[in-house]
């Protein structure tokens, strides 16, 4: 017997089925999940606390579904730069090691990086050419 109807089973000719005198279920409606009287009387209540409750928020993009990239921002950049150990002001990351794919352009760089990564946004390459460092691409590494 599946081991949620073992109460069931042997609770059956009980009043109240061992959920108590006064409590028994109460809130849940026929139906587990539910919150019963959201639409009925309880209506004001989810006007004023959980105005959101009710309907669809928001999509889903396709593209963001297919995307198998895992990408970074020149900000969280500048903060994994800081942990790694620096060698006469010169910074190498290697993103591909670090599971990256691309990096974007978001935030401010203020060390000098020299960066290995498959894919770069044309701002994150130019905000690493400002700060004095260097964007070392897939397709530059093929042609060497």
Avoid at 21 to 30: L, N, S, T, Y
Avoid at 35 to 59: C, I, M, N, Q
Avoid at 68 to 73: A, G, R, S, W
Wanted: glycine letters at 12%.
């Amino acid at each position: 017997m599946p081991h949620k109807l073992r109460k069931m089973r042997k609770q059956r000719g009980s009043r109240t089925c061992g959920w108590g005198k006064i409590g028994q279920h109460r809130g849940a409606g026929c139906r587990g999940h539910r919150k019963v009287g959201r639409h009925k009387h309880l209506w004001s209540y989810v006007t004023a606390k959980e105005p959101d409750y009710f309907g669809k928020h928001g999509f889903t993009s396709c593209q963001s579904l297919n995307s198998k990239e895992n990408v970074i921002n020149i900000s969280m950049l500048d903060e994994i730069s800081e942990k790694i150990l620096v060698e006469k002001d010169k910074v190498y990351v290697d993103l591909t090691n670090l599971g990256f794919t691309k990096l974007l352009g978001s935030g401010k760089l203020t060390k000098q990086l020299t960066v290995n990564v498959p894919s770069c946004s044309r701002t994150a390459a130019e905000k690493i050419k400002k700060a004095g460092g260097q964007v070392l691409l897939k397709s530059q590494r093929q042609g060497e």
